[in-house]
């Protein structure tokens, strides 16, 4: 494990050629474990070679962990199959359900904040940590809507997880701020809530501004704009709070701006976490 804070970037194919150009800039990669599940050789020994010239760790987006239906075998299969390829330091997961009744609901949706989920969970990460080797970490969503059935509140439901599975987190600061826009609570008073010393790794990203059928307005994470100062100030605050070094990944799913852009980026994710440890007081952690 890294004794320091690390900051990088997403991996897509639209960014390889600028994140390859400056890996003096880019601590490690974050890869979309789906996206190899079914490669064949050449592709997985081609993410060795990678995995080989800078720092990977891996994100699932389709196990679909939070539900109460046991995570399909052949999936979890086909994660220890990457995981064995590309060495990961860690790899995560959405504490989401994305199908149910055999049907693919195409998003993450945010399940029931209850005790059946939360056992449900923890069966299948138990599950994923037999097969694949190791836990993931586990990353809260964004949801447009309160979750029907729920019978807890966002923080309670993570931590009940988190403890139930004896689990690490990735805390996806976007999906906090924007959770906490759409939804009228303080995203400061959820960080102070969530179990810090189980956080491992940051999602950083962007989003919009939509207006729903009823004409409210709702912030949208979509990872197709830049990252908000809140997500920064957001980030400096769980530097001033966390007690051990985080990785921290730039998500940028489409709209590219250029290399440079995103260079700056990752230097700002740099400051905002060195003016939180340095609120803290920590000389533990060094920022790369």
């Not at 399909?72 to 009744?101: C, I, K, N, Y």
Request: aromatic content about 4%; hydrophobic content about 50%; proline content about 5%.
């Amino acid at each position: 494990m890294s004794m320091r804070d690390r900051v990088g970037i997403g991996w897509r194919a639209e960014l390889a050629a600028g994140i390859l150009a400056h890996l003096d800039r880019i601590d490690l990669v974050e890869i979309i474990a789906d996206d190899w599940f079914e490669a064949g050789h050449r592709e997985l020994r081609a993410l060795g070679t990678l995995a080989a010239q800078v720092p990977v760790v891996l994100h699932g987006v389709g196990l679909g962990l939070a539900s109460s239906l046991p995570v399909d075998t052949q999936r979890l299969a086909a994660m220890a199959r990457v995981v064995e390829a590309a060495q990961p330091e860690f790899w995560s997961e959405h504490l989401a359900f994305v199908r149910a009744g055999g049907r693919e609901i195409g998003h993450l949706a945010a399940p029931p904040r209850s005790a059946a989920t939360i056992e449900g969970a923890a069966v299948n990460i138990d599950r994923a940590r037999k097969i694949v080797g190791s836990a993931p970490l586990l990353e809260n969503i964004a949801t447009l809507i309160d979750p029907p059935g729920s019978d807890r509140d966002e923080a309670t439901f993570v931590n009940d997880v988190a403890d139930t599975a004896d689990a690490e987190l990735l805390l996806d600061l976007h999906n906090l701020h924007a959770n906490a826009t759409n939804f009228g609570f303080d995203a400061l008073a959820v960080l102070d809530a969530l179990p810090v010393h189980r956080i491992r790794a940051v999602h950083l990203a962007g989003g919009r501004w939509i207006t729903a059928s009823s004409g409210q307005r709702r912030l949208l994470d979509d990872h197709l704009h830049d990252v908000p100062a809140r997500v920064f100030a957001l980030l400096e605050a769980l530097g001033a709070r966390s007690p051990r070094p985080l990785t921290v990944v730039i998500e940028r799913d489409g709209s590219y701006p250029a290399t440079a852009f995103l260079l700056e980026e990752l230097d700002r994710a740099r400051c905002a976490l060195a003016r939180g440890r340095a609120r803290r007081g920590d000389v533990c952690a060094r920022v790369a």
